[in-house]
Nanobody, 120 residues
Framework: QVELVESGGGSVQAGGSLRLSCTVS??????????LGWFRQAPGNGREGIAA???????TYADSVRGRFTISKDSAKNTLYLQMDSLKPSDTAMYYC????????????WGQGTQVTVSS
């Protein structure tokens, strides 16, 4: 069983920064076979995929966050990060990290979420 635990959410003013962390434990396959991602969901909206990192370290971003957010991972610490800069009120949401085998289509494992609130 894979367990993911997010931390680092909070309240910040527009233009500020936050760094989210996600500790991953219990995976049975090597990190090169694990793909990780960050998602967010604002009230009344569906879940949005915003950043992902593959087993080879390649990254992808949603247009809404590209150039402002940076996803990274520290395999030695089994931790995924999301550095969020130039935050906007529209970034306010619950943020989730997720994991899947890179051979799978969908993300199978999810954290409990951490709230990010950006005030104007």
């Amino acid at each position: 069983q894979v367990e993911l635990v997010e931390s680092g959410g909070g309240s910040v003013q527009a233009g500020g920064s936050l760094r989210l962390s996600c500790t991953v434990s219990g995976y049975l396959y090597t990190t090169t076979h694990m793909c990780l991602g960050w998602f967010r969901q604002a009230p009344g909206n569906g879940r949005e995929g915003i950043a992902a990192v593959g087993g080879d370290g390649g990254t992808t971003y949603a247009d809404s966050v590209r150039g402002r957010f940076t996803i990274s991972k520290d395999s030695a610490k089994n931790t995924l990060y999301l550095q969020m800069d130039s935050l906007k009120p529209s970034d306010t949401a619950m943020y989730y990290c997720a994991a899947r085998r890179c051979s799978a289509v969908t993300f199978d494992y999810w954290g409990q979420g951490t709230q990010v609130t950006v005030s104007s």
